[in-house]
């Protein structure tokens, strides 16, 4: 048998490989620097708003005020879930993890609001509907899962301040809903990590963009992408005290393990956005637990970046994260589903990139497996063990 791949170059985890030709974003690893359509993403934390960062990553510029005023109408028309989703967020058990909560949803969803097949809805009609409702899907989980009744959500609040009402049942302080705004925009896009990969590898099959964010909130939960988040915390709470950071550090590092929230492919100095966190933890904490966590990880970064950051081990954007999640009311369990609810901008945006000049996905496997048994032989041998 002739094999051909193995004259093909293999590159474990696609590290250094390429796998697109984007103008969504760019992420300089050494200077720690994100971009998003060309602007850094600590600016666009500062000035601008959810809405107007998704519109500016699906069109590739900065909406006119009417378009930036429809955008937010369209978003807040398509909140509303059908009787047949909020029944399926009661059904689903109170021990689910909002992840797969949210997987299932968005699946479901694909069954009952696809409008983009062909029959002349565009690909951004149903990315709006999944971006609205993503929100709502989470708050009416929250409510099941506690026995209330869903919060319905605001048309008249923006998309961060609408989360924040319908999770906790009463309009958010205008700071509150501020910072939370931010926090969208910082995880709104990423270039091709692991999750955008997922959905764009499904997306190029000519899938649906249901599918494709399917893949993408699969991907994403995983503790050593968007789930490290949640880690963290549990990390910070069993540390407890600054006194024990460095036994901590001492004994990750004896047996050969990683400190969740630090480390990056393509990071090797400080993730932009986990600055931006940092800052924020530090301006927001009050609660007795989020100054004790705060202490904790302020002085697990001092310790492991003296010792690891000559390898470029550095603090991504999940360590301060669940700090200020934690602070705002978010329940532990829904920190990598509020990530995914911000990357739902990224990860629709290179699904329409990508998908507007599109190849399918299709790479090799070098084959190491055995090449010449014969069936009778093998069972008879196996039918004996
Ligand atoms: N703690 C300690 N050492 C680490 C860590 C860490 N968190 N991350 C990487 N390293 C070390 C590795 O042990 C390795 O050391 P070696 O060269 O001596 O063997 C070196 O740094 C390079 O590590 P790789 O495994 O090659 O890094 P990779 O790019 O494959 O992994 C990843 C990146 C998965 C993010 C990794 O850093 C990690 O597991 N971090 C902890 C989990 C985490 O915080 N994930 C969130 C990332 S951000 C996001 O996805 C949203």
Redesign the pocket.
């Known amino acids: 048998m002739g094999d051909t791949t193995k004259q093909v170059p293999f590159v474990k985890?696609l590290e250094g490989v390429a796998v697109a030709i984007s103008s969504i974003s760019h992420i300089d690893g050494k200077a720690g620097r994100l971009i998003y359509r060309g602007f850094s993403v600590e600016e666009l934390a500062q000035y601008s708003n959810f809405e107007e960062v998704a519109f500016l990553l699906w069109h590739g510029k900065l909406p006119t005020d009417f378009e930036l005023t429809d955008f937010k109408r369209k978003l807040a028309r398509e909140r509303s879930l059908s009787s047949e989703i909020s029944q399926l967020l009661r059904l689903l058990p109170a021990s689910s993890h909002p992840m797969d909560v949210l997987r299932t949803a968005v699946s479901a969803m694909g069954v009952l609001y696809r409008r983009c097949d062909g029959s002349g809805f565009s690909l951004i009609e149903d990315a709006i509907s999944i971006l609205s409702k993503i929100p709502t899907v989470l708050a009416a989980f929250e409510a099941a899962r506690n026995n209330r009744p869903p919060v319905l959500p605001s048309a008249e609040l923006d998309h961060a301040a609408n989360f924040l009402y319908m999770l906790h049942g009463k309009l958010p302080e205008e700071k509150v809903a501020r910072v939370f705004d931010a926090i969208l925009i910082l995880h709104a896009e990423q270039e091709m990590?692991a999750s955008t990969f997922a959905a764009t590898v499904t997306a190029s099959t000519l899938s649906d963009i249901f599918s494709a964010i399917t893949s993408a909130i699969g991907t994403l939960k995983g503790p050593?992408?968007?789930g490290?988040s949640e880690r963290v915390i549990e990390m910070l709470d069993e540390i407890g005290d600054p006194a024990n950071v460095e036994t901590f550090i001492e004994e990750k590092m004896s047996a050969g393990k990683?400190?969740?929230?630090?480390?990056?492919?393509i990071y090797k100095t400080y993730d932009p956005r986990a600055v931006v966190l940092k800052s924020m933890a530090k301006e927001l904490v009050k609660s007795d637990p989020g100054r004790k966590r705060l202490e904790v990880a302020l002085k697990l970064e001092e310790v492991v970046v003296e010792r690891?950051g000559e390898?470029g081990?550095y603090p991504?954007?999940?360590f301060y994260s669940g700090i200020v999640y934690s602070e705002l009311g978010i329940p532990k369990d829904f920190f990598t589903a509020i990530f995914a609810m911000a990357r739902c901008a990224g990860w629709a945006a290179h699904i329409m990139e990508y998908t507007e000049s599109n190849r399918i996905f299709r790479p090799r496997a070098i084959y190491e497996g055995s090449t010449d048994l014969r069936y009778l032989e093998e069972k008879a041998k196996a039918r004996c063990e």
Request: proline share 0%.
């Open positions: 985890g990590n050593i992408h968007g490290a990683r400190i969740m929230g630090f480390g990056h492919r690891l390898k081990i991504n954007v999940d």
